[in-house]
């Protein structure tokens, strides 16, 4: 007679077998299609009227950028609104040593300004001032490949265009509701 320990431990070792499959468990097999979770946020006509809305490149030089909005909040939800755009900046890098430009450059930067907590009924903003984007150059160590100019080349000749804009809203509550108004679609925003 076989002890119940010895029994128990193989009718264990006999389901592990049958629950196991011939496919090989890689990491590309554990996360199909299905197991993975999708989120995507589409903007609620509902949350708020849009009237207006636009960012403006006020100094291609200096890359400053103005917003302004007008957006009515009938509901008068607590909101988070935030003003961004992405900026293409073009530059050279000129060797400080002997004044040649090493490389001509190009990079996308990114400014925005927000404000929270907002529960007027009407939301207002007029040529409100973007940060200034951020252009590294001083960066050390593993940093340092982050750059704008590789070496010891100094970013001149900097010259800024605006490649996009948006202003949006979001619910402070839990329910996440979101609206937006943009220059494109691309992030699925009113245009």
Not at 140 to 149: I, S, V
Not at 159 to 184: E, H, K, M, N, P
Request: overall charge neutral; glycine content about 6%; hydrophobic content about 40%.
């Amino acid at each position: 007679m076989i002890p119940n320990r010895k029994r128990f431990a193989a009718a264990m070792l006999a389901l592990v077998v049958m629950a196991c499959s011939d496919t090989p468990t890689s990491p590309d097999n554990l996360l199909t299609p299905r197991s993975l979770i999708t989120i995507s946020v589409t903007p609620d006509p509902t949350l708020v009227t849009f009237n207006s809305a636009s960012c403006t490149l006020t100094n291609a030089g200096a890359g400053i950028v103005t917003c302004s909005w007008d957006i009515t909040n009938a509901a008068a939800n607590s909101l988070n609104l935030w003003a961004q755009a992405i900026l293409t900046v073009n530059y050279d890098c000129v060797n400080p040593n002997n004044g040649r430009i090493a490389s001509s450059e190009t990079r996308d930067l990114e400014t925005l300004v927000q404000v929270f907590g907002q529960s007027s009924t009407s939301l207002t903003g007029t040529n409100v001032a973007l940060p200034a984007t951020f252009l590294p150059t001083g960066l050390k160590g593993k940093e340092h490949k982050n750059n704008a100019c590789k070496g010891n080349g100094v970013p001149m000749s900097l010259s800024y265009s605006l490649t996009y804009w948006d202003v949006s809203v979001i619910t402070t509550t839990g329910t996440q509701r979101f609206s937006c108004f943009a220059s494109d679609d691309r992030l699925g925003c009113f245009t």
